[in-house]
């Protein structure tokens, strides 16, 4: 949090006057406001990108009209709707837990955001443990997801929560175990620190470190992760043709719009991770474009990630429960078990 | 420790985005395993047998098109094959090549939309926007040949309804250039696709030996590696004419009867080629008297039909009369809809429902007429 205040001193000097936990509350308001906004943002331009993409993939167009250029303003429109929607509740539903879990959904993939770090000095709150931080809050994320399918009392919902308790706890395993192949090598779990060890340009990032087997944690890292966000090939908690929606199925207007929004800000957040971890998170391509600033690099990046998870999207069928088990527990913990075996015993030696 | 697993009674359908059409699954479902499954058809009964009764004999052609929507030639090819037994009436060659080549347009459009349905139930929606798509380009040749795009009431009794338009052939041909560099876009998306693979081999299997038994009919026989098809077993039109092989794969998975479908888009091509390059002149319609007044001499006909989705057969009573004494329809998607989807389904995951419903060709409104 210091750094995060230092540079809000810097910025507006004036705050530095005002007593210690005024300044502080304006520091935090300021960021929750910022990182809500961000994420309102990201996944109205999410929305659009992807129906974009998945129009020009599919050969059509994807929205043209709502705003003149390229339908810019379609989901802006469509939020608007969602927002005047008629609140539908069921009537066996639980009305508590049912209304509640947007929000933990929400609230979870938005904490997340709360430690990672856009340059070399704006992080909102660097935390030692930082990669750890962001792994256990996103893992909340499950609970929301749960509550929304049980308390929905549909069958359908029921299927689609337990299906993606089922996933995401697996898959949290190898996305933890691959994390861990390059925390070895960076030696902290802070996320600045791991960013700064990939100084130099682009062959000293963490991606190409004892290459190719941290390249190989990426990938295991890229995979385990789209099943953590529940992306197509691993999209079966909402998968249509078989759960109708999945644990959203009862859910509409804004709540339904919460679910949606904490699924692209999840989608950010994984790409930012791996951006951070593997990718030298602000770190420039050669070190003589460092004139560029750091978020542009950061965000960048995780964009890029997030374009090839749409591009997954459209190009691959989903796979059955069992397989996606299979491909947790035979296939992704194995290797990045054996991973880390191999680079530490490459370290040590 | 013994784990007590409950069954569950889910309802798969009639308002389900996993399912073909409007009929509902019922399934009872421990875990995610399928114990038993019971179809519940109804949703979508027109009446069309009976209806027909009461209809003069050229009423009849717009109603047996819209037995089954993605596909209607069959029906009307079949009915008019009935009529002209009975009746004996010759069909000039023209028409007879124009028939096969609406059959074959028709096949193909049928199996470009099943492709989609059948990537669609898997999760990968790209392949239902392309091959809809490229489906079009289709209809555009129904459209122009027969002035519906879905519907055509083409094919009728003594002939077809009209001559093809000026330079029709060569647009054909352009189409199917279309198509056939189409159809390996849709190999890398899907037909290779590995996830594609791990879904359907070894899914959905039918029994070799039960195949016949149960009934089965068209590319889910021809998936399990016996070699029937209607247009070789029992060549109408002038299929005897063209040269095609009878198209088989070994298996019986989702994925041998998703491979006969796809190399039969090829066949069907290098048929329509055949028929634009050795089709003769000539009159395209045998006229027949006039259709209020028209009677069928006392009879009956028992007629049949390779369709996409399998054997197709009509059997029509005539007592003489102006209007059909009996109609009968006997589809396809009834025996692989209802009695083998029920067989097939028991075991099966939750998530394959809907993969092996679409692979065995099931159309609701053909099931219930």
Known sequence: ???????????????????????????????????????????????????????????????????????????IADTVKLL??????????DKFL????????????????????????????????????????????????????????NKWSLYGAMRSAAQMISYEIPVALSLIVALLLTGSMDMQEIVRGQAGGIFNWNIFGYFPLLFIAFIIYFIASLAEVNRTPFDLPEAESELVAGFMTEYSGMRWAFFMLAEYANMFVVSAISTT?????????????????????FLGKALFLVLIQMWLR???????????????????????????????????? | MTQVEKETTLYLGPQHPGITGNMMIELKVTGDTVQRAKTHVGYLHR?????????????????????????????????????????????????????????????????????????????????????????????????????????????WAGGVRRDLPDGFAGRVRRVL???????????????????????????????????????????????????????KDEPYEVYDKLDFEIITHEGGDIYARAMVRRREIEQSISIIRQVLDKMPGGPVHNPGPNPLKWKLPAGEAYVRTESARGEFGYYVVSDGSLKPRRIHVRGPAYVHGVSLLEKMLVGANIADVSVIMNSLGTCPPEIER
């Not at chain 1, 929750?32 to 943002?41: C, E, N, P, R, S």
């Not at chain 1, 971890?277 to 690099?297: K, M, N, S, T, Y």
């Open chain 1, 1 to 75: 949090m210091d750094a995060t205040v230092a540079f809000f001193y810097d910025l507006i000097p004036a705050l530095s006057n005002l007593p210690d936990w005024l300044s502080y509350t304006i520091i935090g308001a300021v960021l929750t406001v910022g990182a809500f906004l961000f994420i309102a943002v990201f996944a109205l331009i999410g929305i659009w990108l992807e129906r974009k993409i998945s129009g020009h993939m599919q050969d059509r167009l994807g929205p043209m009209e709502v705003g003149g250029w390229h339908g810019w303003a379609q989901t």
């Open chain 1, 314 to 349: 459209w190009t691959l069928p989903r796979l059955r429960v069992d397989q996606l088990m299979y491909t947790t527990w035979k296939v992704l913990t194995p290797f990045s078990f054996a991973l880390i075996l191999l680079v530490s015993f490459i370290k040590v030696l």
């Open chain 2, 177 to 231: 250039d279309y198509l056939e560099e189409r159809l390996t876009d849709y190999d890398r998306l899907f037909f290779q696709n590995a996830l594609f693979l791990k879904r359907s081999q070894g899914v959905g299997v039918i029994d070799k030996d039960k195949a016949m038994e149960w009934g089965v009919v068209g590319p889910p026989l021809r998936g399990c590696g016996i070699a029937h098809d209607v247009r």
């Open chain 2, 47 to 155: 009446g069309f047998e009976k209806l027909m009764e009461e209809r003069l004999w050229m009423q009849c052609f717009p109603i047996v098109c819209r037995i089954c929507v993605p596909e209607p030639d069959p029906n009307e090819e079949n009915l008019a094959r009935a009529i002209e037994e009975i009746e004996g009436r010759e069909v000039p060659e023209r028409a007879q090549y124009i028939r096969v080549m609406v059959l074959e347009l028709s096949r193909i459009a049928s199996y470009f939309l099943w492709m989609g349905g059948q990537a669609g139930s898997m999760g990968l929606y790209t392949m239902p926007q392309w091959t809809v798509g490229d489906r079009d380009y289709i209809l555009d040749l129904f459209e122009e040949l027969t002035g519906g795009r879905v519907y055509h009431m083409y094919i």
């Open chain 1, 277 to 297: 971890v593997f990718l030298g998170g602000w770190q420039p391509i050669a070190p003589f474009l460092d004139f560029i600033p750091g978020p542009f690099w």
């Open chain 1, 84 to 93: 005047v929607k008629e609140d539908i509740i069921p009537e066996k539903a």
């Open chain 1, 98 to 153: 049912f209304k509640f879990a947007p929000f933990i959904m929400f609230t979870a993939s938005m904490a997340a955001f709360a430690a990672l770090p856009w340059s070399a000095r704006f992080i909102p709150a660097n935390l030692n443990v930082g990669l750890l931080y962001i792994l256990s809050v996103s893992s909340l994320v499950v609970i929301g997801i749960l509550m929304g399918g049980w308390a929905s009392n």
